[in-house]
């Protein structure tokens, strides 16, 4: 186990980063977030579906009530009945989506996420690492740029790091444990 005292290093912004930026910050473990895109940059402005096993937690991380949640973020919060609802004019909801998911805006629930967080933006990777070494001190690297990020080639090519044995996948995906 680390002391509380290490600084954990997450590249990555988006809602991966963020979640876990969240968890550590819950644990009361500092984090700082490097994200290439600045702040103002307006991006991810669409819908995602998301599941009670996520909002549910979500709701926890962020000390908020389900309700609230889902009012904050949902694509047609400002709408209707502003709560996402998945069945709208006709369309249906997919079998495979459980009682209580919703839709919900990506960008405003990344800003949600981004409350009480060391994050800095418009930083490119190339400015923390030199010759494959942290310019800032920390004692752990997490690499939450997504599955097309180059990152463990591109600035860590004589190293090979520890690669946790979980992989997420859309939550419609279902793996065996083999």
Do not use: W
Request: aromatic fraction near 6%.
């Amino acid at each position: 186990s680390m002391p509380l005292q290490s600084l954990i290093t997450i590249f990555g912004a988006g809602i991966g980063g963020l979640t876990l930026g969240q968890c550590l910050r819950s644990k009361g473990i500092p984090s700082i977030l490097y994200e290439k895109v600045s702040a103002s940059e307006k991006r991810h402005s669409y819908g995602i579906t998301l599941h009670p096993s996520s909002s549910e937690r979500l709701s926890d991380l962020l000390g908020l009530d389900s309700q609230t949640l889902r009012q904050q973020i949902a694509v047609d919060r400002l709408y209707l009945d502003g709560i996402g609802q998945l069945q709208s004019q006709g369309t249906k909801t997919s079998a495979q989506d459980p009682p209580g998911s919703f839709r919900a805006n990506r960008a405003r629930l990344e800003e949600l996420l981004r409350r009480g967080l060391n994050i800095k933006f418009d930083h490119p990777i190339e400015r923390t690492l030199q010759n494959g070494q942290l310019t800032d001190p920390s004692h752990l690297i997490v690499d939450a740029l997504g599955v097309h990020s180059n990152l463990r080639l591109s600035f860590l090519p004589n190293s090979t790091p520890t690669v946790l044995p979980y992989v997420v996948f859309n939550g419609r995906r279902r793996i065996s444990l083999t």
